[in-house]
């Protein structure tokens, strides 16, 4: 409840306790200078945000610019308050909104105060500068005086999907488009700029991202690339999917807990708060109204048991398991596997750590991990799996230091057989030979290349030779190296800089080379490769590791709005793939829907599978 006019004139002049004695100690010893204050008179927010990303005013000071509080964050080590003129300008390039920030001390406003205030222009970039990311325009070392409380809010500008432009961003060939002019009608992201620190709102929201940290994304354009089950579907670069956004809340949690949503839940009514910017998602609508949740009731997809005569191969990136992980995790993976994915006969696994998990003390084997896992999958009706694997050396494989993540085999002796052959370790590079006149492993199982340098710091694809009803199976596991370090699509720098795709394409190349390497020695070999290759269909990696048609991507054999196992930022996108040689013909292919799109996760990924009749 706002605070009455004569009660608030107490705090005219008021500065942040914390912040104003750090200030004066700094300037006082010499370690700050004063920053120069603008000369011009009566300053309004649209001058300070100007009609770039970065404002003409940036590391200035400027004193009472007026404004009314719009939201506080009382909360964090980012306290402050939003503040929003309520004269704007005629100009849409011109954001009407500001963030004051106050470090770790609360500041002492409410919504619907008129405030005027005094403090320094800054450009903050979350995550750092050097991240990539846009800035955002806020007044730092702030004083304020209360003109009066109880005041109306300005209007939230509504998101909608005839508010967003289609195209994302301009382009600058790589560049920064930080000096470039907004052109709000014309781009996504210069309108989403435009808005920074003003108040918006979303309508009937349908949920795109499920929540994760008291976060959740939503959409403003709910008939744009919709997936099957209520998503946003990630297809090309060129469309990023530009009504995507962030939602998080202002509202305290006892007040109003943080709806726990699905993808295709919806935020029915008014989701309404000033448009923030972080380094975990960009453009973040931190909900002072949060509308009432409504649950569509999304439900957990089960695929069909394999026939007698098919073989099944899945896929499963079982998010850093070890030992140290809760047996409550175990069970849900083994349910998966049984019950959701009808027990394949072999099954590649990814992020298997070792058996102490972070611990860093030298130790690899996995065995302990891979029984905790096979015990479940038996405790809850499946196949006494066996398991296939080779240790990696010691940190050299990426994922969580200490962890030695790697790729794994399960597979169910009943119904198929692994062809062991000695010789196979973390070094030794598995090589396709003939044997009985058709294509076989040299060591079996076997890493392709360990030593390759596209492998640096990566997890090494594992190679096995199986035998189902009398045929010769070749499947190949794979975990290429992330994404990280990579720009995001709301990147300060357009097109963003997809740099880890460069290893991840050298990686195709030399499974693609092995498969190569298979096909000479026998051009009906029957190879599958599989895994999580962290990258989309369209990527240039994909493009590398199907070059020549040697092998087929199972993903774009499906319905487009099926061609997703995994959310990221609102985003349903491809990063795991199952991928068969030309004599693999017949087969049933299946993203298994059990994780990515659920706020409760055994996996941050769904689980694949692949029914083949030889």
Excluded: C
């Excluded at 509504?158 to 560049?175: K, M, T, V």
């Excluded at 989701?271 to 509308?291: K, V």
């Excluded at 003939?434 to 492998?455: E, F, H, Q």
Aim: proline share 6%.
């Amino acid at each position: 409840m706002p605070t009455a006019p004569s009660s608030r004139r107490a705090a005219a002049l008021r500065r942040p306790a914390a912040l104003g004695s750090l200030l004066a100690t700094a300037l006082a010893a010499g370690l700050l200078a004063a920053p120069e204050a603008a000369s011009a008179e009566g300053l309004r927010i649209h001058d300070i945000q100007g009609t770039t990303r970065v404002s003409p005013l940036a590391g200035r000071q400027v004193a009472d610019v007026p404004g009314v509080v719009t939201a506080v964050r009382a909360f964090g080590s980012a306290r402050g308050f939003w503040m929003q003129d309520t004269h704007p300008d005629r100009n849409d390039a011109t954001s009407e909104g500001i963030f004051v920030f106050t470090g770790s001390a609360t500041p002492d406003v409410a919504v619907g105060d008129a405030v005027s205030v005094s403090g320094t222009v800054t450009e903050y970039y979350p995550g750092g500068e050097s991240a990539g990311l846009q800035s955002v325009t806020q007044l730092t070392r702030a004083t304020w005086r209360v003109e009066s409380s109880g005041n109306a809010l300005p209007a939230p500008v509504r998101l909608s999907a005839s508010q967003i432009p289609d195209r994302y961003a301009p382009d600058a060939h790589g560049g920064s488009i930080e000096k470039l002019q907004l052109r709000p009608g014309t781009y996504a992201l210069d309108r989403f700029e435009s808005l920074e620190g003003m108040r918006v709102s979303v309508q009937n929201a349908p949920v795109v991202g499920a929540t994760a940290h008291n976060e959740l994304w939503v959409t403003a354009e709910p008939r744009h690339n919709r997936t099957g089950r209520g998503g946003t579907l990630y297809g090309a670069y060129r469309d990023p999917n530009a009504g995507r956004v962030k939602v998080g809340s202002l509202i305290p949690f006892a007040q109003r807990p943080f709806p726990v949503a699905n993808v295709g839940d919806e935020l029915s009514g008014t989701t309404a708060g000033p448009l923030d910017y972080d380094n975990y998602g960009g453009y973040t609508l931190q909900a002072t109204e949060l509308g009432k949740l409504t649950d569509r009731g999304l439900k957990r997809e089960t695929t069909r048991k394999q026939r007698a005569d098919e073989l099944a191969v899945a896929t499963y990136n079982v998010e850093n398991l070890s030992p140290k992980t809760p047996q409550a995790k175990f069970d849900r993976l083994a349910s998966a596997l049984v019950a959701n994915l009808a027990s394949p006969d072999i099954v590649a696994l990814e992020e298997v750590q070792d058996d102490n998990g972070t611990t860093d003390n030298g130790v690899v084997d996995a065995g302990q991990t891979l029984k905790k896992l096979t015990d479940a999958i038996k405790a809850a009706g499946g196949p006494a799996y066996e398991w296939r694997q080779i240790n990696p050396v010691n940190d050299q494989d990426g994922g969580q230091p200490g962890g030695n993540i790697r790729t794994a085999f399960l597979f169910n002796p009943a119904r198929v057989s692994f062809t062991d052959k000695p010789g196979g370790d973390s070094t030794t590079p598995v090589k396709a030979v003939r044997d009985g006149g058709k294509a076989a492993l040299s060591v079996s199982p076997g890493r392709v290349d360990p030593a390759d340098a596209a492998w640096a710091n990566s997890r090494k694809p594992l190679a096995g030779q199986f035998t189902f009803r009398g045929q010769r199976v070749f499947v190949v596991a794979n975990h290429f190296n992330s994404k990280g370090g990579d720009q995001g699509v709301d990147s300060r720098f357009q097109p963003p800089a997809r740099s880890s795709e460069v290893q991840r394409t050298q990686q195709a190349k030399l499974v693609n080379g092995f498969v190569k390497e298979l096909l000479v020695a026998d051009r009906n070999a029957n190879v599958i490769v599989a895994g999580d290759l962290n990258d989309y269909q369209f990527s240039p990696a994909l493009k590398a590791l199907t070059a020549g048609k040697v092998l087929t991507d199972q993903v774009g054999r499906l319905p487009r709005a099926q061609r997703y196992g995994y959310v990221y930022q609102g985003n349903s996108q491809v990063l795991d793939h199952i991928l068969t040689s030309a004599h693999v013909r017949r087969v049933d292919y299946d993203i298994v829907h059990v994780n990515a799109e659920f706020a409760d996760q055994a996996s941050d990924h769904d689980p694949q599978v692949l029914r083949w009749k030889p």
